[in-house]
């Protein structure tokens, strides 16, 4: 079966600087990773995907995120952060179920910005 | 904004009640998504259509049930309610049915059993 690890449940940045947050997956066949961003009372909001192909992908907010293979991840950068970024962050890995898929979802990380 | 609407956002209801909770997908998609979000057990699938047929059952417990109508919109079935049920549930919807497709997510409803 598929899982999502995200190790860090927090973490803390100051406003201006760079970001990373990790993620760890487990899927037998080609994965379909997924970030997404969860501001407070509000719904889950997609900032980027990789499906296949460059393994540097772009996202929304000026994100991005990296495919490594062979250490199973798909790590989120952000060269300088704001204060927007507040939030909390999920890794997804898409799979099939059956006739349908699901989208199986890390712990989350929270991101909290310091002025 | 997405583009997926659910309704109502907040619903307070008892023990032993039954909920219905709604959604719709964005224009275009034709696979809708239940998911529900708790502190202990954190974003867990519950069901998905597509084109109004059941593609694929997560955690779902027998007390709740789902449909997916002609018109695309969805709704989730919350029976026999325990406290323990209370939760966020999203609802979000794709253009196809395969692992590959984005999906996208509403706003959520909030639900709370006393």
């Known amino acids: 079966a598929q899982s999502v690890t995200q190790p860090d449940i927090h973490i803390t940045v100051s406003e201006g600087a760079s970001l990373e947050l990790r993620c760890n997956y487990s899927?037998?066949?080609?994965?379909?990773l997924f970030w997404y961003v969860q501001s407070p009372g509000q719904g889950l909001q997609l900032l980027l995907k990789?499906?296949?192909?460059?393994?540097l992908v772009q996202g929304i907010k000026g994100f991005e995120a990296e495919f490594k293979r062979s250490q199973s991840s798909f790590n989120l950068r952000k060269p300088s952060v704001h204060w927007s970024d507040a939030a909390e962050y999920f890794c997804?890995?898409?799979?099939?179920?059956?006739?349908?898929?699901?989208?199986?979802f890390g712990e989350g990380t929270q991101l909290t910005v310091n002025p | 904004d997405s583009g997926v609407t659910q309704t109502p956002k907040h619903l307070i209801t008892a023990t032993g009640q039954r909920v219905t909770l709604r959604c719709s997908p964005r224009?275009?998609?034709?696979?809708v998504y239940w998911y529900q979000q708790s502190l202990d057990q954190g974003l867990q699938f519950l069901i998905q259509?597509?084109?109004?047929?059941?593609?694929a059952k997560g955690n779902i417990l027998e007390r709740f049930s789902a449909q997916q109508f002609p018109d695309l919109h969805s709704e989730l079935n919350l029976s026999s309610l325990e406290l323990g049920d209370s939760a966020l549930y999203f609802c979000?919807?794709?253009?196809?049915?395969?692992?590959?497709?984005?999906?996208?997510f509403g706003p959520g409803t909030r639900l709370t059993v006393t």
């Open positions: 979000a919807s794709s253009l196809g049915q395969g692992k590959s497709y984005e999906q996208y």
């Open positions: 899927y037998g066949a080609t994965p379909y």
């Open positions: 990789y499906f296949s192909g460059d393994t």
């Open positions: 997804a890995v898409g799979a099939r179920e059956t006739s349908g898929s699901r989208l199986t």
């Open positions: 224009s275009g998609d034709l696979s």
């Open positions: 259509y597509y084109n109004g047929e059941e593609r």
